[in-house]
């Protein structure tokens, strides 16, 4: 037959009770007890002499007198300091409740009695058998040996407002009451020897009948909130447990009961001990031995048990267990601390218990931690790993992973680890490690389908870190499962990688580029461009072109719901065409395309682009002749595209590489670097382009000819007509002296006079033609200086006669008061004051003589500017002119204006005739002596034929030279 | 907690089949592979819904063993279902069923619903027992019949819920005396005995009110 009990251990130690001197505390010695009760810090002890004795702490022991006769039934309410007994005071059957207030005492020390009432079931008298107070103070009951509940409502310590009622009446004695109260309502437990009842006191006493038979007295308790406060009887088979709406659990605790008590979660069960059982009588004396068991309900075992001599009564008190026993010895059951439970439940490798023990106990995690661990240690050592792995998972999140994982490392427990790492992972404290580790696991397991359970199935949340699995997967040859993590995470390089380098599905690839948004596409295009582009050009090259125009992701539709709602179009991305160039490296022809589309599309593109696709087309003209004339055509296109951004030193430079001679003429032109067409001609002996060149460009640079002339001069062949024709345009715009176009012929060994005898001739006769009309032009000044000089002779010397008969300017016949002046003109006074600007000057010369003032002034502020001089002189190609210009505009003739300022007439003198005398010519001391002589009336004395005006122009003979 | 009904069950069967186990999967969802012996009932309950209606299920977990059977047996009268388990590794289990069987029909009430579980139907390598024998017996006894695994949950719930299904479904056939307790059956607190049935008059009325409107 099985073992039919639960577990035994022993979780509490017996001491007998000690006094401070630790004697044996014998202080209850001669107390004849007949009940106990606990609570407040003392045990209450009521005797059958009437006595009540208080027990406190340090075992001190107070005693009052309560009753004549004896004390039956003792109640401590836990919360309050009031006492309720019932007792004798008279013999008979007579019993009498009262109620003690232990917090207030009478003179004598004694607790004062509040309530004295007699216990009456109803008609007749019956012995009271059992007692109950509610720890609210609003309910007792007393229970009857004739089988009678009466239920005491209202304040308990009073009299007043105090309703008895019977709610109970078999004809079996009650004996055990037991008030429960949850959510409000109150229930009554009554038990009698042959029924278990539960009255709801709330509602009516509603009465539910639990069972049909019942216990002995004392038998019944009960239980704590840890038992779902269930009431528990005693009987000899086993010990019941009752909610108030029907029968709970039982349990077979077998042997006779003397007593129940609920300690903390622990049933204390007194039993008579098995008679059956031969017991060994020391001291010869036969006494009767009483079982006590603790059991522990939750955890199902025996925490205690032990057969003490004659167990009158168990106690709560002190936070310990008290065990009341024969001859009024106290014992002391100490409870072990949990540590030492745990230990002794360990080293019976009963985990599983010591599991829950800890749990009801309410041990913190750290703790539970610890025996998980010990539990998985000791399934390791047997060698069960599946077990082991399990407590090892509860332990996650407190200790450390490496001490678990360090031990399933070896090859055989892989699965074991495996089942650790994913719930390692799946607690969300995995590290890279070991994700590493699990995913490498998976690997070598060749679990896929776990593998596919931890990749794919996780689509919301991430418990580990994708990269680590990415790489794993990948390292591992799972390359489907990295790319799935690597495209839902977004881990576009990975994706690409494993794509491209693993499954060189470059398709694919290339297609998830395309996707992607616009920076990551950008990007990675320029990382994976040359690969993509050495196999699948075609496809890359559409997608090169997508990017660099008006890209936007392939899954995304044209037209978004914002812009169709008329919102702004989201913004085009464009990325720089000559960043992808390189990409091309060798597949110029699809570059080309590439470019030509870039280029169509966007002729603003950067000058490289142009500058590579001119490149291009030049380099296959030049290896390709198939298509050269197409080349040909659309490099030209390109170079005459007014568009086109080409570096044009650039574009010369590639032109000139591949010897591509239109575009370099081409080029030179658009530059106008004439001179370069011509040394390029001239490179090439090409003597019809070197003249028509310079016939063509000659008008813009006429030293082309010069070069031409120089060139034809070296070339040692005979190239007269070339060299004719040259001469002859060389002449026609005089670009070169006579001589050195002669010294230029001369290192010729082949020309010949002939050549040149045609231009000296009429060089010469030119020249000749210059001196003659030179000469002329001299001789012609000459006579007219001559002529001035005797005006201004006879100006000096002789006398002038006014003979004007009429006013010059009212044309009336002239009347004094008349104003005259030496220019012949004459006026009235009057006339004359209305018209003049000032009183010294002819009304009708003077616009005459300002215009000339004024040339002679401004061509005398220009002989200030040194610097505008010297850069006309070297700028011009006869100097000489420059200079006698010069010197016809008066730079040099300061110095005889100085010598002249002297010899001017004095200001007074000058105006002999004026006729207002109050002519202020000495407020102009000339300073500057050529304003001086501007104002010189004298100077007027030429009337229009002012000899000066002419002075320019007939002094600087050398300025129209040509 | 509230409840329509409450359904009062017992598990029995041979010592060791796993009617602990059963009830622990089923009210905690938690297995345990150690379990102590049953010393006496154990008890659970567990709320179920059926048909919209939250019933409160009390079970007794019976000690297998022989010589509690006097003390287990009073717990067989007030139990409105049995689930009567049996091992299916355990041939042994099996052949006590008749004994259980009637066991149960002679100290229980007639209309007592009985289901039959082949428990450990994960320990299909060690099968003693044949799933066709299992439904055999329950349709030759009238049965309803079911293979579980306590340690995987698989079934344990519908067993429960199953049974619990026959009891409401008997009760709308009126088979049960709703008022009796001593069926197993009671009835919540605030699902009073003498609830009409409003659904025909209420139907009547709604008829009549379209006509007129109409």
């Known amino acids: ?962 | 907690m509230s409840y329509a009904y409450l359904f009062k069950y017992i598990i029995i069967g041979d010592t060791g089949v796993g009617k602990s186990c059963l009830l622990l999967q089923f009210t905690d969802k938690r297995f345990q592979p150690v379990h102590d012996l049953t010393i006496g009932v154990e008890f659970g309950a567990r709320m179920i819904t059926i048909d919209g209606k939250q019933i409160k299920l009390q079970i007794w977990d019976t000690a297998g063993q022989e010589s509690f059977r006097s003390i287990t047996r009073s717990y067989y009268r007030g139990a409105a279902g049995a689930l009567l388990v049996y091992d299916i590794t355990r041939r042994d289990t099996f052949n006590h069923l008749t004994t259980w069987l009637e066991d149960a029909r002679q100290h229980s009430n007639s209309n007592m619903v009985i289901m039959l579980i082949g428990n450990k139907s994960d320990l299909e390598s060690r099968r003693e027992v044949k799933k066709e024998e299992g439904e055999a017996f329950a349709r030759e006894h009238g049965l309803i019949f079911m293979e579980t695994s306590a340690k995987t949950a698989a079934n344990v719930e519908e067993a429960f819920i199953n049974t619990a299904k026959e009891i409401y479904e008997k009760i709308q056939e009126g088979v049960f005396d709703i008022n009796n307790e001593a069926n197993g059956i009671k009835i919540g607190p605030q699902h009073s005995p003498s609830n009409p049935a409003l659904g025909g008059g209420g139907g009547a009325g709604g008829s009549q009110a379209g006509g007129g409107c109409c």
């Open chain 1, 1 to 962: 037959m099985a073992f039919l009990q639960w577990r035994r251990f022993n979780f509490f130690d017996k001491e007998v009770v000690k006094d401070e001197g630790g004697q044996v505390f014998d202080g209850l010695k001669g107390i004849d007890i007949s009940v106990c009760a606990s609570g407040r810090g003392q045990i209450v002890i009521g005797d059958y002499e009437g006595n009540i004795h208080f027990l406190n702490r340090n075992l001190e022991l107070s005693t009052f007198k309560a009753y004549e006769l004896r004390i039956t039934h003792l109640c401590q309410v836990k919360q309050q300091g009031i006492l309720v007994t019932v007792g004798d005071d008279e013999p008979g059957t007579n019993p009498i409740i009262k109620v003690w207030n232990l917090d207030k005492r009478d003179k004598a020390g004694n607790p004062t009695c509040s309530r004295i009432v007699r216990a009456v079931p109803g008609k007749e008298a019956s012995p009271v058998s059992a007692l109950a107070v509610h720890e609210n103070l609003n309910l007792m009951a007393i229970g009857f040996q004739d089988g009678t509940v009466v239920v005491y409502r209202g304040d308990v310590t009073r009299d007043r407002h105090s309703k008895s009622r019977v709610i109970h009446h078999t004809g079996s004695s009650v004996t055990g009451l037991a008030f429960r109260q949850a959510a409000k309502v109150n229930h009554l437990f009554v038990v009698t020897r042959d029924s278990v009842q539960s009255y709801n006191l709330t509602a009516k006493d509603h009465k539910e009948e639990l069972d049909a038979f019942g216990c002995e007295p004392r038998c019944s308790v009960l239980s704590d909130a840890s038992q779902d406060n269930q009431f528990v009887i005693g009987r000899p088979d086993a010990v019941y447990f009752y909610q108030t709406d029907g029968r709970g659990p039982c349990l077979v605790f077998e042997g006779e009961k003397k007593t129940l008590q609920w300690y903390r979660g622990y049933l204390v069960v007194v039993g008579k001990e098995n008679k059956s059982m031969p017991r060994p009588t020391p001291g010869g004396q036969s006494r009767d031995m009483s079982i006590v068991n603790v059991y522990d309900i939750q955890n199902k075992f025996i925490a205690y048990s032990a057969p003490l001599p004659d167990v009158t009564d168990v106690i709560c008190e002190w936070g310990s267990l008290y065990i009341l026993t024969g001859e009024n010895r106290l014992m002391q059951l100490i409870e072990k601390d949990i540590q030492t439970k745990l230990e002794m439940l360990f080293k019976k490798n009963l985990y599983v218990l010591a599991i829950n023990l800890a749990k009801s106990q309410h041990f913190d995690q750290d703790g539970l931690v610890d025996i998980f661990t010990q539990y998985g240690d000791q399934k390791y050592s047997k060698g069960d790993y599946d077990g082991a792995i399990n407590q090892y998972v509860k332990t996650i999140g407190k200790l450390e992973p490496s001490y678990v994982i360090r031990k399933f490392l070896d090859a055989q427990r892989i699965h074991n680890l495996t089942a650790y790492l994913q719930s390692l992972h799946k607690a969300q404290l995995a590290t890279e490690d070991h994700t590493t580790l699990l995913l490498n696991c998976y690997t070598k397991l060749k679990d896929t389908n776990k593998l596919d359970q931890f990749i794919y199935s996780k689509d919301k949340e991430v418990d580990f870190d994708v990269e680590t699995a990415i790489k794993v997967c990948r390292q591992a040859g799972y390359y489907d499962h990295a790319l799935s993590l690597a495209e839902r995470h977004s881990q576009h390089e990975w994706y690409l990688k494993i794509q491209l380098e693993d499954i060189k599905d470059y398709q694919k690839a290339l297609t998830y580029i395309s996707k992607l948004d616009f920076y990551e596409a950008e990007s990675n295009m320029k990382k994976y461009g040359k690969i993509l582009m050495s196999e699948v050009p075609q496809q890359t090259t559409e997608l090169l072109k997508r990017l660099c125009t008006d890209y936007r992701p392939s899954d995304i539709p044209l037209a978004d719901e914002q812009t169709l709602q008329g919102g702004m179009p989201a913004r085009i991305h464009k990325a720089p065409a000559d960043e992808f160039i390189h990409i091309f490296v060798s597949n110029s022809s699809k570059l080309m395309e590439f470019l030509e589309h870039m280029i169509k599309v966007q002729p603003s593109s950067p000058s490289l682009l142009y500058n590579t696709l001119l490149e291009l087309y030049l380099h296959d003209m030049a290896h390709d002749g198939s298509q050269k004339a197409e080349l040909d055509r659309k490099s030209m296109d390109l170079l005459q595209n007014t568009d086109a951004h080409y570096d044009v030193n650039q574009a010369l430079v590639l032109c000139q590489m591949h010897n591509y001679k239109a575009g370099i003429l081409y080029l030179y032109e658009r530059e106008r670097l004439y001179q370069q067409i011509l040394r390029y001609h001239m490179d090439h002996d090409e003597y019809v382009h070197i003249i028509n060149t310079c016939k063509k460009f000659g008008g813009q640079d006429p030293n082309l000819w010069v070069q031409a002339l120089a060139y034809f001069a070296r070339k040692e062949e005979n190239c007269r007509t070339q060299m004719m024709e040259v001469l002859q345009h060389i002449d026609r715009h005089n670009l070169l002296p006579p001589l050195l176009v002669v010294q230029t012929l001369a290192h010729n060994s082949t020309a010949t006079l002939a050549v040149v005898k045609d231009y000296i001739t009429r060089r010469l006769q030119q020249e000749n033609d210059q001196i003659q009309e030179d000469e002329r032009l001299i001789q012609q000044y000459r006579q007219e200086t001559e002529k001035m000089r005797s005006q201004i002779q006879e100006l000096k010397t002789s006398a002038k006669i006014f003979q004007v008969s009429k006013c010059s300017i009212c044309n009336h016949p002239l009347e004094l008061p008349s104003v005259h002046f030496l220019c012949q003109h004459s006026f009235h006074q009057h006339c004359f004051e209305g018209y003049a600007e000032n009183e010294t000057e002819c009304p009708v010369c003077m616009p005459e003589n300002r215009k000339i003032l004024d040339i002679i002034r401004a061509q005398e502020q220009h002989k200030e500017l040194h610097e505008q001089f010297h850069h006309q002189l070297e700028r011009a190609s006869d100097g000489f002119s420059v200079v006698a210009d010069y010197f016809g505009r008066g730079v040099f003739n300061k110095v005889t204006l100085i010598t002249d300022s002297p010899a001017a007439p004095p200001p007074t003198g000058g105006n002999p005739f004026m006729e207002p005398p109050d002519v202020k010519p000495a407020s102009k001391p000339a300073p500057k002596p050529a304003a001086a002589a501007a104002a010189n009336p004298f100077l007027d004395e030429d009337d229009a034929n002012n000899p000066f005006l002419d002075e320019p122009e007939s002094t600087n003979p050398f300025g129209d030279e040509f």
